[in-house]
């Protein structure tokens, strides 16, 4: 019995492949009711298998680090297998992505109802599932590449689903080739990895790497680990390549729940645990993956302030709290950094989740304009989207607090170690930790509380917004068809039933049971998983389950958990005061020049998005543009003048072949009419002729035999 | 018997023998020829028949004329045969259908018999040609029947 699912887990990357399979060549053919049945039974299925593999693991029925392969490719000097790499967690991210998938196929088939594409969105969720999966259990470098990038096509293909929308053609564009420019420098240190014959293989790492006797030299472990991190950076938007996530939120919502909040985004940290060991051997790379995770944490949880998208609150909170992912693994906070993914993942999926049924009953508006007092319509929604939401603020007893508070007592105790700087990664945690509970104090006044604005008369400012992406759509649909087919408004019939009534009064209601039932058990679980490693409070299962070389068991820093209490109830009052109580004092000034000016700043991200426009995406455009011309001016001169040289050469050849071949060609035919001419009258037809002829011939035949 | 030596006359560009001595070779040919019985006759005989036989072909317009004109050529090389089987035939020995120590064999006039047969099949054939030719044609002149050429 031991290991059981250990020999048979290559199956859970298996199951949802084979949906993926199933619905893509023959979705068209199926009803849908069949694509999401499939897809979302396959799943259900996975959630058992991983359940069961994290069973055997807690249960000690498999070893420490259990392999299972076969070769894909051998050469002479490089094996690539496919194998399965189980440590403790390997199963708690199967687990952690099984459960938060499943649930968002769940979520799905009452979010995509009646949707123009429905089974495409079953195959690519099932495909993006099957390959995170594979990330997941795979051991190998190369082959973690091709899980990766397979990860990487379903969020770009899922951003795009709704293609018709410039929106998210320019989206999906950002996304992909930004996390490909990570991609370029992972494949660097993968490739560095190799030429210094450092092992590919996960497993082999922390051997290879070991405190003491690490044969690389600091300078190369450094540059490998850094080139890695680009990777992680790139796919987990962290800066300088977050720019991409935000717009991600074009994709429908289970998607952002499922890649752009649990899943794909948590892969990035997910590489930085599985070479935790290289992260660990340089202090250097360590620092980098800490700052870069600090930095992204305090900027983008500025930015979540200011948001009037509900998903894109969330996008930036989700940036944010991947930051501190990194932060903990960066000051080598092993064990906090993957509790915060874990459940991160749980309660981030149960907020996007939440956010998608919030969008339903206000038709498919994302704007928290447009919402208020939605509690009162959609009381399991609230209810669900509460705890996710105490959880991520870091409110005691919920699961974000536990984490975070780990991995701010890692930083303190990295900071208390190495001093200096190191404070700056504390302080700016704790600042990140105050901004989290007060965006998220902000969303939720904005969308639950107060009064259903969603009858309203539209704001100023949410007409100029939606008038400027009218207008975006309108000039793309006249450059690329030579006339706008109605923009917007015509793309997606979402409310056919209401017939051509567009400006009917929105009466919001409570989601249907697969919706609420997803978001319950995601906000059971992103809201009390975290108990299981509740340190200040005795519970370390956790911190016994998941931890890189030897289990430690540091003494709990009271002081921190005092400072993040704080901050989060400091946070959650201050967002309170100022979008729940709305005083005079806030009002005046929030109207302040200098406040209108910041909003203005951070509205538009820092203006980062803007200068990478300008200066990069601008850049390459000249670039490829001075290429062009090169190519027409230079190589298409050459390619030309060659092209009319041979042709000179072939009118000659046609002219000689033309005279002289073929005229030698028709003398010998004319010769032979000649000859013919001469000597046909011997065949005369006439009997008499031939016999003279033989005749003749014999008589000569007869003197010849005399005469000579 | 006197050879007939005609053409070695002007061999080396002189007279190898007088007129006279030609008349005189000449008479005693014939005074012998006519006696004599040998192969030299029945060659003579077969070879003047196959000659009228070609000259039959040659210069006879009717096609069953020119028919006639080659059974006489056939009969010719028959003469031919039979001589050659008289005179030269081989000697065999043992035969299945005599006692005698030694006979010729008949191939010589299992040729002729044969030629005959053949030529009595073709000249059924040829005949039917013929009419067939003339009765699509309305001729049977040989020197209208040219369309085989070229």
Redesign the interface.
């Known amino acids: 019995m031991a290991g059981v699912m250990h020999n048979w887990s290559w199956l859970i990357p298996a199951l949802p492949f084979t949906s993926f399979l199933v619905i893509i060549f023959f979705g068209y053919k199926l009803k849908d009711r069949a694509s999401h049945l499939l897809a979302t039974w396959m799943m259900m299925l996975t959630i058992v298998g991983a359940g069961l593999l994290l069973l055997e693991r807690i249960g000690g029925n498999a070893p420490e680090q259990f392999t299972q392969a076969f070769t894909w490719i051998s050469t002479r000097n490089l094996v690539i297998p496919f194998t399965t790499n189980i440590n403790n967690v390997t199963a708690i991210m199967l687990f952690m992505v099984s459960i938060t998938a499943g649930m968002i196929h769940l979520f799905s088939q009452g979010y995509m109802k009646g949707d123009v594409r429905y089974s495409r969105f079953f195959a690519l969720i099932s495909l993006f599932s099957a390959s995170m999966f594979g990330v997941v259990l795979t051991d190998h470098f190369i082959t973690f590449l091709i899980f990766w990038e397979i990860m990487g096509f379903c969020s770009y293909a899922l951003i795009g689903f709704y293609f018709e929308k410039r929106s998210a053609q320019l989206a999906m564009k950002k996304a992909f080739i930004t996390t490909r420019i990570g991609d370029v420098g992972m494949l660097l240190g993968i490739v560095m990895l190799f030429m210094t014959g450092a092992p590919l293989r996960f497993s082999e790492m922390p051997a290879y790497f070991a405190h003491g006797h690490n044969p690389l030299g600091a300078t190369l472990t450094t540059i490998i680990g850094l080139l890695l991190f680009c990777g992680a950076a790139g796919k987990s938007a962290q800066f300088p390549l977050h720019v991409w996530l935000p717009d991600a939120m074009e994709g429908p919502t289970p998607v952002s729940a499922l890649i752009h909040a649990a899943t794909m985004v948590s892969a990035g940290v997910f590489l930085v645990v599985r070479v935790f060991p290289i992260v660990a051997a340089s202090t250097v790379t360590a620092a980098v993956v800490a700052s870069i995770g600090a930095f992204t944490a305090l900027i983008t949880a500025i930015l979540g302030l200011v948001m009037n998208d509900i998903k894109k609150v969330l996008a930036f909170s989700t940036m944010s709290q991947l930051g501190y992912m990194f932060l903990g693994l960066g000051v080598l906070a092993y064990t906090a950094g993957v509790f915060h993914l874990i459940n991160h993942a749980f309660f981030k999926a149960c907020l996007f989740l939440g956010s998608g049924s919030v969008i339903l009953a206000c038709h498919h508006n994302n704007d928290m304009r447009r919402m208020g007092g939605l509690a009162r319509f959609m009381p399991l929604t609230y209810a669900t989207f509460l705890i996710a939401t105490l959880s991520l603020m870091g409110i005691p007893p919920f699961s974000g607090f536990w984490s975070k508070d780990e991995i701010l007592g890692g930083v303190y105790a990295r900071a208390a170690e190495m001093g200096g700087a190191y404070w700056l990664l504390f302080i700016a945690g704790e600042a990140a930790a105050f901004l989290t509970a007060a965006y998220m104090t902000r969303l939720l006044f904005l969308t639950f509380a107060g009064r259903f604005r969603g009858n309203d008369e539209p704001s100023p400012d949410y007409v100029a917004d939606m008038e400027a992406l009218q207008q975006q759509q309108v000039s793309y649909e006249v450059k690329r068809y030579g006339e706008s087919l109605g923009g917007l408004e015509t793309l997606y019939h979402e409310d056919e039933e209401h017939g051509d009534d567009h400006h009917h009064e929105v009466q919001p209601k409570e989601s249907p049971w697969v919706i609420t039932a997803a978001l319950m058990v995601l906000a059971l679980f992103g809201g009390f998983f975290g108990l299981l490693g509740a340190a200040p409070i005795g519970i370390s299962w956790w911190q016994g389950f998941i931890h890189f070389g030897h289990a430690e068991h540091e003494a709990t820093n009271w002081m921190v958990v005092g400072i993040s209490t704080a901050m989060a109830f400091g946070g959650v009052a201050t967002g309170w005061v100022i979008w729940g109580l709305k005083p005079q004092a806030a009002m005046r000034a929030f109207r302040a020049s200098w406040v209108q000016a910041l909003r203005t700043l951070l509205l538009n991200r820092y203006y980062i998005d803007a200068f990478y426009d300008k200066v990069i995406v601008r850049g390459m455009m000249e670039f490829a543009k001075a290429l062009w011309a090169f190519d027409k001016w230079v190589i298409d001169l050459i390619v030309n003048a060659v092209g009319a040289g041979t042709k000179l050469i072939a009118y000659a050849y046609a002219w000689f072949d033309l005279w002289v071949v073929d005229g030698l060609v028709n003398l010998a035919g004319y010769m032979w009419l000649g000859i013919k001419r001469v000597i046909?009258p011997v065949?005369?037809?006439?009997?008499?002729h031939y016999?003279?002829v033989v005749?003749i011939s014999a008589v000569l035949l007869w003197l010849f035999k005399?005469l000579f | 018997m006197p050879e007939l030596h005609l053409l070695v006359l002007l061999q080396d560009g002189q007279a190898a023998m007088s007129l006279a001595e030609v008349f005189a070779q000449f008479g005693a040919f014939l005074r012998t020829f006519f006696v004599e019985f040998g192969p030299r006759q029945f060659f003579t005989v077969g070879a003047l028949l196959f000659c009228i036989g070609w000259y039959g072909v040659l210069v006879r317009r009717n096609a069953i004329a020119v028919l006639m004109a080659t059974e006489i050529m056939l009969n010719g090389v028959n003469v031919i045969f039979v001589a050659f089987n008289r005179w030269w035939g081989l000697k065999i020995t043992r035969a299945a259908f005599t006692a005698a120590e030694q006979v010729l064999s008949p191939v010589g006039q299992v040729f002729a018999i044969f030629i005959i047969i053949v030529a009595a099949a073709e000249a059924a054939v040829g005949l039917a040609i013929i009419i067939a030719i003339y009765r699509a044609r309305r001729t049977a002149n040989i020197e209208d029947l040219n369309t085989m050429k070229w």
Do not use: D, N
Request: net charge positive; charged share 10%.
């Open positions: 046909r065949q005369s037809g006439q009997l008499q016999m003279l005749l005399y």
